[in-house]
């Protein structure tokens, strides 16, 4: 049974509450703050009960040393003469909740269950989040399959090196935390980390804000602002887009990459700046170069590291994963308890192609853990517009699921199609794959790797 302390200057309430209590609990009671304090140093406690007035102690004091402590333990104040500022005291304190006197024993219960259900959550997640950075992430990105941790190797071998980095993939892919842990990782840490979005800002104001400006350089610029360039000196600076970029703008980011050297609009004064540049895009530069709108010298000056992160649906055995990461995330975010997917909805979630990639993942999450009544969530329960998408997919593929080769595709691209299909069709279970294609489990290896190098 759960430990409960409970704190409170008149016996007969301890009594009370201990009576009341004891069925579920295991229960200790203190009436002076010296008492309570050695319980705690003392017992395994999970949740206290605790007056907000103790005689000619404050609550709210216990309360705080508690904390230091066992920042683990929940608490829930108690008080006869509540006042919104108290109750704002208590949370910013610590407490989990606050109670009212005269107490009624079924708000008691229930809250006493929230506390602990709220508290066993926050340490499930610390647990998922150790064993995760153990084993299974690095800086924060989760994955233990061989495509994911390709990239992993590679943060690890560039992130004190100052050369620029173009990290490519599709959209949701985690392009902007690659960059992170790229940053963090590496010397560059204790350095400002800055990101801005290409495609979000006009032309205009883009230019600005990479270079500055000077006073009355244009209408509203009413004083001096230093640029982005400048800000993140001695740090790193995340271009996200690029390709979105103009080309007017892409030669004056190739003079920052070349030479070192910004200049604010409406100056002539040039300014040395020692920054680290990683750009992203889920564009095709290559094709944006042949078709003129993307500079030539400035695709290979940013080239010189390339980062190609993969989509899920080349890691998909990372999505068992990924479901009770983002699942332990939300839970612990919107305030839910303990959460898990009913057998039948993993299957549908595993077996599902996520267009959207790792992003699209933790929004289904979040939506079934928002909206889902109960600790185990439904089918029914996922997001209406996966489930006809999902229901479209199997509509087209039909009972006996299937693949169409189009005309004029060469035979080894054939192989990979049916290769990849039966590979998805069986949730990434090498094994089970290897089988249904006649192959050895070595064999379907050295052709995914080979698919990974072409990809």
């Given at each position: 049974?759960?430990h409960?302390?409970?704190?409170?200057?008149?016996?007969?309430?301890?009594?009370?509450?201990?009576?009341?209590?004891?069925?579920?609990?295991?229960?200790?009671?203190?009436?002076?703050?010296?008492?309570?304090?050695?319980?705690?140093?003392?017992?395994?406690?999970?949740?206290?009960?605790?007056?907000?007035?103790?005689?000619?102690?404050s609550?709210?004091?216990?309360?705080?040393?508690?904390?230091?402590?066992?920042p683990?333990?929940?608490?829930?104040?108690?008080?006869?003469?509540?006042?919104?500022e108290?109750?704002?005291?208590?949370?910013?304190?610590?407490?989990?909740?606050?109670?009212?006197?005269?107490?009624?024993?079924?708000?008691?219960?229930?809250?006493?269950?929230?506390?602990?259900?709220?508290?066993?959550?926050?340490?499930?997640?610390?647990?998922l989040?150790?064993?995760?950075?153990?084993?299974?992430?690095?800086?924060?990105?989760?994955?233990?399959?061989?495509?994911?941790?390709?990239?992993?190797?590679?943060?690890?071998?560039?992130k004190?090196?100052?050369?620029?980095?173009?990290?490519?993939?599709?959209?949701?892919?985690?392009?902007?935390?690659?960059?992170?842990?790229?940053?963090?990782?590496?010397?560059r840490?204790?350095?400002?980390?800055?990101?801005?979005?290409?495609?979000?800002?006009?032309?205009?104001?883009?230019?600005?804000?990479?270079?500055?400006h000077?006073?009355?350089?244009?209408t509203?610029?009413y004083?001096?602002?230093?640029?982005?360039?400048?800000?993140?000196?001695?740090?790193?600076?995340?271009?996200?887009?690029?390709?979105?970029?103009?080309?007017?703008?892409?030669?004056k980011?190739?003079?920052?990459i070349?030479?070192k050297?910004?200049?604010?609009?409406?100056?002539?004064?040039?300014?040395?700046?020692?920054i680290?540049?990683?750009?992203?895009?889920?564009?095709?530069?290559?094709?944006?170069?042949?078709?003129?709108?993307?500079r030539?010298?400035?695709?290979?000056?940013?080239?010189?590291?390339?980062?190609?992160t993969?989509?899920?649906?080349?890691?998909?055995?990372?999505?068992?994963?990924?479901?009770?990461?983002?699942?332990?995330?939300?839970a612990?975010?919107?305030?839910?308890?303990?959460?898990?997917?009913?057998?039948?909805?993993?299957?549908?979630?595993?077996?599902?192609?996520?267009?959207?990639?790792?992003?699209?993942?933790?929004?289904?999450?979040?939506?079934?853990?928002?909206l889902?009544?109960?600790?185990v969530?439904?089918?029914?329960?996922?997001?209406?517009?996966?489930?006809?998408?999902?229901?479209?997919?199997?509509?087209?593929?039909?009972?006996?699921e299937?693949?169409?080769?189009?005309?004029?595709?060469?035979?080894e691209?054939?192989?990979?199609?049916?290769?990849?299909?039966?590979?998805?069709?069986?949730?990434?279970?090498?094994?089970?794959?290897?089988?249904?294609?006649?192959?050895?489990?070595?064999?379907?290896?050295?052709?995914?790797?080979?698919?990974?190098?072409?990809?």
């Open positions: 049974m759960p409960l302390l409970i704190v409170d200057d008149e016996p007969s309430i301890c009594v009370s509450l201990s009576f009341a209590l004891e069925d579920e609990y295991t229960v200790w009671t203190a009436t002076d703050p010296q008492e309570a304090l050695e319980i705690v140093r003392t017992k395994e406690i999970d949740c206290v009960l605790l007056d907000l007035s103790l005689g000619t102690y609550g709210l004091e216990l309360l705080a040393t508690f904390k230091q402590i066992k683990e333990m929940t608490v829930i104040m108690m008080t006869a003469y509540g006042t919104i108290s109750s704002v005291q208590a949370i910013k304190a610590g407490a989990y909740h606050y109670l009212a006197k005269p107490l009624h024993m079924d708000e008691v219960k229930l809250l006493l269950h929230k506390a602990l259900d709220y508290r066993n959550l926050h340490r499930r997640v610390q647990a989040s150790e064993a995760v950075r153990q084993q299974q992430s690095y800086a924060g990105i989760v994955g233990k399959g061989p495509a994911i941790q390709k990239v992993f190797q590679l943060i690890e071998k560039v004190d090196i100052s050369s620029s980095i173009l990290i490519t993939g599709e959209s949701g892919t985690g392009k902007e935390l690659i960059a992170r842990a790229i940053h963090y990782e590496g010397n840490r204790d350095a400002p980390f800055s990101v801005i979005n290409c495609a979000a800002i006009p032309e205009a104001l883009l230019e600005s804000e990479l270079f500055g000077e006073k009355g350089t244009f509203g610029a004083q001096s602002k230093q640029g982005l360039f400048e800000r993140s000196q001695g740090g790193t600076v995340f271009l996200d887009e690029i390709g979105e970029m103009s080309i007017t703008l892409q030669a980011l190739l003079r920052v070349q030479e050297v910004v200049t604010p609009l409406g100056s002539y004064e040039t300014k040395e700046v020692d680290r540049i990683i750009a992203a895009t889920n564009r095709q530069l290559e094709e944006e170069v042949a078709r003129g709108r993307f030539e010298d400035l695709f290979y000056r940013l080239n010189v590291i390339p980062i190609r993969p989509s899920l649906r080349e890691r998909r055995e990372d999505i068992p994963l990924l479901l009770e990461h983002f699942l332990c995330h939300s612990v975010t919107l305030g839910k308890g303990t959460k898990t997917f009913s057998a039948e909805s993993k299957k549908w979630l595993y077996s599902y192609a996520y267009p959207g990639n790792v992003r699209e993942l933790a929004n289904i999450v979040e939506y079934a853990v928002a889902s009544q109960g600790e969530i439904t089918l029914d329960e996922l997001p209406p517009a996966l489930m006809e998408r999902m229901g479209s997919q199997r509509r087209v593929r039909g009972d006996q299937g693949i169409v080769i189009p005309s004029g595709v060469t035979l691209e054939a192989e990979r199609r049916i290769i990849m299909h039966a590979l998805e069709s069986h949730g990434g279970h090498r094994k089970k794959t290897a089988e249904q294609l006649g192959i050895s489990e070595r064999g379907l290896r050295q052709k995914l790797k080979q698919y990974q190098e072409i990809m």
